[in-house]
């Protein structure tokens, strides 16, 4: 028996708790130290029920410059009371943070930054000078200034701050009273602050961030221009990659392509694969993981495409099977019937789940295959940054099937149709990955 039920059973009445009222508000950015203490006004949410109230405050502060975090809203975090933990002392670079979490309405009302700042003594000067910046763009102008005598160290690393979908990549420098890279003085967590350090130039790189969608009669053949139309910072120990996958049934070719960030795979690692074919359905991929700024930088679809074999076009066999190759629907019973080129033996029925790279899809596929087997990707579950998990039928041969119309697979591989009427090349944006 529930204890819902007893209760109700013994007439007791347990008070429903009431969904609360909090502030919201979320601040992020470098201000001078000369504008402190902050004040702020924040708007209000309706909290779900059972959910308490959280405001958090951290306070970088670092020469004539402060890094101020501020997040306010609804939690389902252990309430507790007002804490202040100062996570590294001044003088030259100090942090401090407030959190609280508290189950009354609009009780996470902290308006100020005064909690956490107090007017700078006066600090005698020493003989170091080092550079002092606080910015997620670049450091590369930072002015020098003459540290405290007590910090006679140069700091210089990058923070990584995220919580929820804020992620900011802090790059800092300043005095330090001790050498090293340990800025936080081991804090990983304030609040639902996550925090991550690095002093490793090269540990946080920059790549070239797009994705490409295609679909043509002849993009086996001719290269086709990948660009990307933006930028991405990576988190730490990410490298760049940069993925094309080819779909090819004869009648239509697909192309999709990613650039971006992804988690660390075998460093300087390229390659080109041939899952299936020709003749017959084609399936090849390139990918490439590297771990040096915008290294993701191939123009074309000819990096996939100069490795390909280019053998000279088959003749048409016996073999008749629907074809089709569909992003967007299923493939219906109207799939086109085709005269398959000598060498295939079986007609392929299935799609490929595709998601990663920004791009999340099912491709249908029907056509002619050269092999037995009815799989084209041989139980493969990565190409590149795409997972990939195939479903098919098995590959059948088939008794009788429609009359083909008189098409030959002409053109390098038997990759395209002397009569095409297909759609033209497309580009369609894809939304881009967290």
């Known amino acids: 028996?529930?204890?819902?039920?007893?209760?109700?059973?013994?007439?007791?009445?347990?008070?429903?708790?009431?969904?609360?009222?909090?502030?919201?508000?979320?601040?992020?950015?470098?201000?001078?130290?000369?504008?402190?203490?902050?004040?702020?006004?924040?708007?209000?949410?309706?909290?779900?029920?059972?959910?308490?109230?959280q405001e958090v405050l951290m306070l970088m502060e670092n020469g004539p410059h402060v890094y101020v975090v501020l997040i306010k809203g609804c939690t389902q975090a252990a309430d507790h009371e007002a804490l202040v933990t100062q996570h590294r002392a001044g003088p030259g670079l100090s942090i401090a943070s407030y959190t609280r979490v508290c189950r009354e309405n609009l009780c996470n009302h902290l308006s100020t930054s005064l909690p956490l700042w107090a007017p700078p003594l006066p600090t005698a000067l020493g003989s170091v000078r080092c550079p002092v910046c606080l910015s997620a763009e670049s450091c590369g102008s930072a002015a020098e200034l003459t540290c405290p005598a007590e910090s006679a160290h140069c700091y210089s690393g990058v923070l990584l701050l995220s919580a929820g979908s804020l992620t900011t990549h802090l790059k800092v420098q300043g005095c330090m009273s001790q050498a090293g890279c340990n800025l936080l003085n081991g804090t990983q967590e304030i609040g639902p602050i996550s925090l991550r350090e690095t002093c490793?130039?090269?540990?946080?790189?920059?790549?070239?961030?797009?994705?490409?969608?295609?679909?043509?009669?002849?993009?086996?053949?001719?290269?086709?221009?990948?660009?990307?139309?933006?930028?991405?910072?990576?988190?730490?120990?990410?490298?760049?990659?940069?993925?094309?996958?080819?779909?090819?049934v004869g009648i239509r070719s697909l192309l999709l392509g990613s650039k971006g960030c992804s988690k660390a795979r075998t460093q300087g690692s390229q390659a080109v694969s041939i899952h299936t074919g020709p003749p017959g359905v084609?399936?090849?991929?390139?990918?490439?993981?590297?771990?040096?700024?915008?290294?993701n930088s191939a123009a074309s679809s000819s990096v996939l495409l100069n490795s390909l074999p280019h053998p000279a076009p088959p003749a048409p066999g016996d073999?008749?099977?629907?074809?089709?190759?569909?992003?967007?629907?299923?493939?219906?019973?109207?799939?086109?019937?085709?005269?398959?080129?000598?060498?295939?033996?079986?007609c392929y029925k299935g799609h490929i789940a595709l998601r990663g790279g920004g791009l999340t899809s099912p491709v249908n596929i029907q056509g002619c295959l050269a092999q037995p087997s009815s799989s084209l990707l041989n139980g493969t579950k990565n190409i590149g940054v795409f997972s990939v998990i195939e479903d098919h039928d098995k590959a059948i041969v088939p008794d009788g099937a429609a009359p083909a119309p008189d098409l030959a697979w002409v053109g390098g591989l038997g990759l395209s149709l002397a009569l095409w009427c297909g759609a033209p090349s497309l580009l369609i944006p894809f939304p881009h990955d967290s």
């Open 319 to 346: 073999l008749q099977c629907p074809t089709c190759l569909s992003i967007f629907g299923s493939c219906t019973q109207n799939s086109d019937i085709v005269r398959c080129p000598k060498g295939t033996s079986h």
């Open 282 to 295: 084609l399936v090849a991929s390139f990918a490439r993981f590297c771990s040096s700024d915008k290294c």
């Open 200 to 248: 490793d130039p090269k540990a946080i790189l920059t790549c070239h961030r797009g994705n490409m969608f295609r679909t043509s009669q002849d993009l086996t053949q001719k290269p086709v221009t990948w660009s990307a139309n933006s930028e991405q910072l990576c988190n730490l120990g990410e490298v760049c990659q940069e993925t094309l996958l080819l779909i090819d």
């Open 1 to 53: 028996m529930s204890p819902a039920l007893l209760l109700a059973l013994l007439g007791i009445t347990v008070p429903r708790v009431q969904a609360l009222t909090c502030y919201r508000g979320t601040l992020v950015s470098v201000r001078s130290a000369s504008e402190l203490p902050l004040q702020w006004t924040t708007s209000q949410e309706h909290c779900e029920d059972g959910w308490s109230c």
